[in-house]
């Protein structure tokens, strides 16, 4: 009698179950997936919020700013010749101290720079204004002393002859054609003084006005002398000094930061040529490209550190002192950077003009 077993229905039906429920399974979620909707824009926080929150975060937790600078000097003074000329001397060189009033260049004035020398110490102007004035007053003093005299003395006496002639007029003692030649002669002795006296009042005036001019030119000359020895950088009072020698001296007291290459001995410059460049070493300034979210994060007085790439050994201690209100790069386009300077002290010298360095500023949290 054949045997049967009994438990592979079972099994069967069990595995039947199972691939039933896992295929109802996939269906359902295929059908939520369909079904389901999307998450609407309006759900998602807005965007400003988002930006903003973690930058005030950062803000309240940053105590200390990095930037990237340079070093400069506080101010320069640039020195360019003031006339053309042959260099004779120059007692400078690049890196040196030097105080104010220090001879620098000494050179000798070409012959263009000598003829505008010579017309501001020797203006003919005022030499002839002082001619004129030697002359005029020579002629009012003959108009006043002399002239002016012999008519007052001659209307005098035209005066006391028609006087006389009157009397004997009266008395019937001379004709009436001696009494017509005496009221001629007094009007005539009478307009000769007055045609003087407005003779001597216009040379007066001429030489009053002449006086002014000279006065004027005598003003101009002084101006223009003083001009030409703070240019020359030397007097003309001193004869030992030839005309035509000239000098450059240093302006303040500070270091020759640089001496143009065209600068040599028997070279010759022209006038408004750039030659040596003097600047104060000690306080520095450091100016660096800052950001405009870290800009509003600084005050003036804010203190830092300073170190340079050549002096990697030492820190140096800086606090802001220049914070601008107008952007390096005022474009829509690109959020803007702002350049401030920080002033340090340089009593080492160590500090030369154009070094790189980071600057680490701390901020109030």
């Known amino acids: 009698m054949p045997q049967f077993d009994i438990d592979r229905p079972k099994r069967r039906l069990k595995k039947l179950g199972v691939m039933l429920g896992s295929f109802v399974a996939l269906v359902s979620l295929a059908l939520l997936l369909l079904t389901h909707e999307p998450k609407k824009a309006e759900s998602s926080p807005p965007p400003v919020k988002a930006a903003i929150v973690p930058q005030i975060?950062?803000?309240?937790?940053?105590a200390e700013i990095t930037f990237r600078g340079k070093s400069f000097s506080v101010f320069q003074r640039k020195l360019v010749m003031p006339y053309g000329g042959e260099i004779l001397s120059i007692e400078v060189k690049e890196g040196q101290p030097v105080n104010e009033n220090d001879v620098l260049v000494k050179y000798r004035l070409?012959?263009?720079?000598?003829?505008?020398?010579?017309?501001?110490l020797y203006p003919a102007k005022v030499q002839d204004l002082k001619q004129a004035v030697y002359e005029q007053k020579t002629t009012r003093d003959k108009i006043r002393d002399v002239k002016l005299k012999i008519d007052e003395m001659n209307l005098e006496k035209a005066k006391q002859d028609l006087a006389d002639v009157r009397q004997l007029w009266d008395k019937k003692l001379v004709e009436q054609q001696a009494l017509?030649?005496?009221?001629?002669?007094?009007?005539?002795?009478?307009?000769?003084?007055?045609?003087?006296?407005?003779?001597?009042?216009?040379?007066?005036?001429?030489?009053?006005?002449?006086?002014?001019?000279?006065?004027?030119?005598?003003?101009?000359?002084?101006?223009?002398?003083?001009?030409?020895?703070?240019?020359?950088?030397?007097?003309?009072?001193?004869?030992?000094?030839?005309?035509?020698?000239?000098?450059?001296?240093?302006?303040?007291?500070?270091?020759?930061?640089?001496?143009?290459?065209?600068?040599?001995?028997?070279?010759?410059?022209?006038?408004?040529?750039?030659?040596?460049?003097?600047?104060?070493?000690?306080?520095?300034?450091?100016?660096?490209?800052?950001?405009?979210?870290?800009?509003?994060?600084?005050?003036?007085?804010?203190?830092?550190?300073?170190?340079?790439?050549?002096?990697?050994?030492?820190?140096?201690v800086c606090k802001v002192s220049r914070i601008p209100w107008v952007s390096r790069n005022p474009a829509l386009e690109v959020p803007a950077d702002y350049e401030i300077e920080c002033l340090l002290e340089n009593g080492d010298g160590k500090i030369k003009d154009g070094l790189t360095c980071n600057v680490r500023v701390s901020v109030a949290q």
């Open 180 to 316: 017509r030649n005496a009221e001629r002669k007094y009007e005539t002795a009478n307009k000769n003084l007055l045609a003087t006296r407005n003779s001597l009042k216009q040379a007066e005036e001429s030489l009053t006005k002449t006086r002014e001019d000279l006065k004027f030119f005598e003003d101009k000359y002084k101006r223009d002398l003083d001009l030409l020895e703070y240019q020359t950088r030397r007097s003309y009072k001193d004869s030992d000094i030839p005309n035509n020698i000239a000098f450059l001296k240093a302006p303040i007291t500070g270091q020759a930061l640089w001496l143009a290459p065209e600068l040599r001995v028997n070279s010759e410059l022209a006038a408004g040529f750039p030659t040596v460049t003097i600047a104060p070493t000690n306080p520095m300034v450091v100016r660096c490209k800052v950001h405009e979210l870290d800009l509003v994060k600084l005050k003036m007085g804010d203190r830092g550190t300073v170190i340079f790439d050549a002096i990697p050994d030492k820190k140096y």
């Open 110 to 120: 070409d012959r263009q720079a000598m003829i505008q020398v010579v017309e501001i």
């Open 57 to 62: 975060a950062d803000a309240k937790s940053e």
